[in-house]
Nanobody
Framework: QVQLVESGGGLVQAGGSLRLSCAAS????????MGWFRQAPGKEREFVAA????????YYQDSLKGRFTISRDNAKNTGYLQMNSLTPEDTAVYYC?????????????????WGQGTQVTVSA
């Protein structure tokens, strides 16, 4: 199996940017699609973005397109989520996840491996 550890969260002012990282260990990272999800207080976990094993294809929550960018570096066993123009509504715990399904999806139950999450707080 693969182990995932997120980093890069923190406190940022509205309009600012953060880059989250997801370091993978264990089995070969390039065997897995990778996704980012987030969960705000009192809300259900929601899909943010996903990227295919090779990084060729990406998939975003429609409302986040243009502000968030998902990427990966398989040579470094690391995935990334660049977040720009942040708003207080982006405040949440952000999780990276890995899936060995044939297709990469936005469905959280398709992802079997999860990190512990990293807190992102955006102040007004």
């Amino acid at each position: 199996q693969v182990q995932l550890v997120e980093s890069g969260g923190g406190l940022v002012q509205a309009g600012g940017s953060l880059r989250l990282s997801c370091a993978a260990s264990g089995r070969t990272f390039s065997n897995y699609h990778m996704g980012w999800f987030r969960q705000a207080p009192g809300k259900e976990r929601e899909f943010v973005a996903a990227i295919s094993r090779t990084g060729i294809a990406q998939y975003y929550q429609d409302s986040l397109k243009g502000r968030f960018t998902i990427s990966r570096d398989n040579a470094k066993n690391t995935g990334y989520l660049q977040m720009n123009s942040l708003t207080p509504e982006d405040t949440a715990v952000y999780y990276c996840a890995a899936s060995d399904r044939y297709y990469f999806t936005k469905i959280s139950t398709d992802y079997y491996y999860w990190g512990q999450g990293t807190q992102v707080t955006v102040s007004a």
